[in-house]
C-alpha cells in the first residue's frame, strides 16, 4: 500500500439516455456530468490509517422524468411524438467551489486551547514579583509592633483590640491611629500574602494533577444558510426536451413567462480536539512545608498580638516559597506556548448547494387531423435538482494551523517527546 497523499476521482453521468423519437428521428435526453472526488492520506497505522486532511467534492443532477407520452397530429405538415420528456436541470455558472477555511482553524484553535488554568497562574506575575518584597516589609513591620506597647494589651482579639482602641481614642488618639495605620495594614498584608498562596497552591496542584493528561474539546463554530429565487424568463415548452412542433402543444406553451431556479444553501463548520500539557518546571517540592490551614484563622483574629503573629508565621519559608514559585510561574508563562500541545485538532466544514429547477407544461396527446385531439391535454409538473456537496477537513499541527514541523524549537520538540506524541509515535493522530 502507498502511504501519504491520494486523490480519488469518478465522473458520473446523469440522462444522456434514449428519450423519444420525433417524426421518426431519435432523441435523448441531455447528459449531465456529475463528479465524486475524494482527496485523503493513506497512514501506516496502528492505530490510525486515516484523520488527516479531507476534502470530498460531490455534483448530482436528477432529472424528472414524464414517461410513455404519445401525440400524432396528422395534418399537414405531420408532427408526432413518443417518448417521454424531461425538465431541464439548472446548471449555475459558474459553479460553486468549496469555502475556504483559512482563518476558521485560528478560530477554533483560540477557542479551544486549554490555556485557561495557566493564564490565570500567571495573572498575578507581576504581583509575584512583588512579593518576596512585602514579605520582608511585613515582617519587619511586625517585629517593630512586637517590641511596642499598644491598645492590643489584655486583649485576645482583633474585635477586641478596636474596642479597645476606641475608647482610648479620646484620651490617647495616637493609640488608635498607630492600631489603624500600623497594625490594620500589617494583617491585610499578611492575610492578602495567605490567600495568594492559598489560591497559586490550588492551581499548582490542579496542573501538578493534569500534567500529561487528555482533554477534549469539540464546538461548532458557525452554521447557517438561505435560501434565494435566481430570475428567468423562459417558455414552459423550452423548460422541457426535448422541445417539440408548436402543434404538440395547447396555446401559450411558447410564450415566455417568469420562472425562477430556486437557489438554496447551508453549511455546519465544527472544531475537534484533544489536548495535553507538560509543564515540567511543576514538581511536588512546591508543596511541600505548607502551613497549618489554622494559621488563617489567626490571622483573622484568633490573636491580635504582633509578638504572638511575628513568632507563629514562617518568615523564611514564606519568603523562599513566593521567590521560588514566582520564578518558576514566570517560567511556565514565558513558555506556554510550547507546554500546551494537540495530541489532535481539526476543524471541519459540510456544505450543501441547491438549484431547484422547476417546470410546468401542457402537452397534447393521442391524435388529431387537424380537428380535436382523442385525449385531454397532459399536464406536466415536476422539478429536477443539480445538488453540490463539499466536505473538509484540515489538521493542525501539535503546536497549531499552518505550522510546520521544521519550525518547532528543541524545546517544543522535548515537550512532544515528554508526551509520545512525536511524529511517527503510534499515539499520535496523523499530521500534514
Not at 414524464?66 to 405538415?77: G, T
Request: glycine letters at 10%; proline letters at 7%; hydrophobic letters at 35%.
Amino acid at each position: 500500500m502507498n502511504f501519504g497523499p491520494r486523490s480519488r476521482k469518478y465522473w458520473i453521468q446523469y440522462g444522456g439516455e434514449f428519450a423519444g423519437t420525433s417524426n421518426g428521428v431519435k432523441k435523448f435526453v441531455p447528459a449531465y456530468t456529475g463528479l465524486h472526488l475524494c482527496n485523503d492520506e493513506v497512514h501506516p497505522g496502528p492505530p490510525y490509517r486515516s484523520g488527516g486532511p479531507l476534502v470530498v467534492t460531490k455534483k448530482k443532477v436528477f432529472i424528472d422524468r414524464f414517461e410513455s407520452l404519445s401525440m400524432h397530429y396528422q395534418s399537414v405538415p405531420t408532427q408526432s411524438y413518443d417518448g417521454k420528456m424531461v425538465i431541464l436541470p439548472y446548471i449555475p455558472s459558474p459553479e460553486p467551489v468549496r469555502l475556504s477555511l483559512s482563518g476558521w482553524g485560528a478560530k477554533g484553535w483560540a477557542r479551544a486551547q486549554p490555556l485557561h488554568p495557566i493564564y490565570n497562574l500567571g495573572v498575578s506575575i507581576g504581583e509575584l514579583k512583588d512579593l518576596p518584597g512585602m514579605v520582608s516589609q511585613t515582617m519587619k513591620g511586625l517585629k517593630a509592633l512586637a517590641s511596642r506597647s499598644g491598645p492590643w494589651t489584655g486583649v485576645k482579639t482583633v474585635r477586641e483590640f478596636f474596642i479597645s482602641a476606641g475608647r482610648k481614642a479620646r484620651n490617647s488618639g495616637d493609640a488608635y491611629l498607630y492600631g489603624a495605620f500600623g497594625v490594620l495594614p500589617m494583617l491585610q498584608d499578611l492575610l492578602f500574602l495567605y490567600k495568594m498562596r492559598e489560591k497559586l497552591n490550588k492551581k499548582l496542584r490542579w496542573l501538578h494533577s493534569h500534567n500529561g493528561k487528555s482533554i477534549r474539546k469539540s464546538f461548532e463554530l458557525d452554521s447557517g444558510g438561505f435560501s434565494e429565487n435566481i430570475a428567468r424568463s423562459i417558455a414552459p415548452s423550452s423548460q422541457f426536451t426535448p422541445v417539440l412542433a408548436s402543434q404538440l402543444y395547447p396555446s401559450g406553451q411558447n410564450v415566455a413567462v417568469n420562472n425562477p431556479a430556486l437557489k438554496s444553501y447551508d453549511r455546519r463548520i465544527w472544531f475537534s480536539s484533544k489536548w495535553r500539557f507538560y509543564i515540567p518546571e511543576i514538581v511536588p517540592s512546591m508543596f511541600e512545608g505548607f502551613p497549618s490551614d489554622g494559621l488563617s484563622l489567626d490571622l483573622l483574629g484568633l490573636s491580635a498580638d504582633p509578638s504572638i503573629l511575628y513568632k507563629l508565621i514562617p518568615w523564611s519559608w514564606l519568603l523562599d516559597w513566593f521567590t521560588s514559585v514566582g520564578a518558576a510561574v514566570s517560567n511556565i508563562y514565558t513558555r506556554i506556548k510550547a507546554q500546551v500541545v494537540a495530541e489532535y485538532a481539526y476543524v471541519m466544514c459540510k456544505e450543501h448547494y441547491s438549484y431547484t429547477s422547476p417546470g410546468n407544461l401542457s402537452v397534447r396527446q393521442g391524435t388529431s387531423t387537424g380537428g380535436p385531439w382523442s385525449l385531454p391535454d397532459r399536464k406536466l409538473s415536476g422539478a429536477s435538482q443539480t445538488i453540490y456537496d463539499f466536505r473538509q477537513r484540515e489538521v493542525a499541527n501539535p503546536y497549531g494551523f499552518g505550522i510546520t514541523y521544521g519550525s518547532l524549537s528543541n524545546y517544543q520538540w522535548s515537550i512532544l517527546a515528554a508526551l509520545g506524541l512525536s511524529r511517527g509515535s503510534k499515539h499520535s493522530a496523523p499530521r500534514p
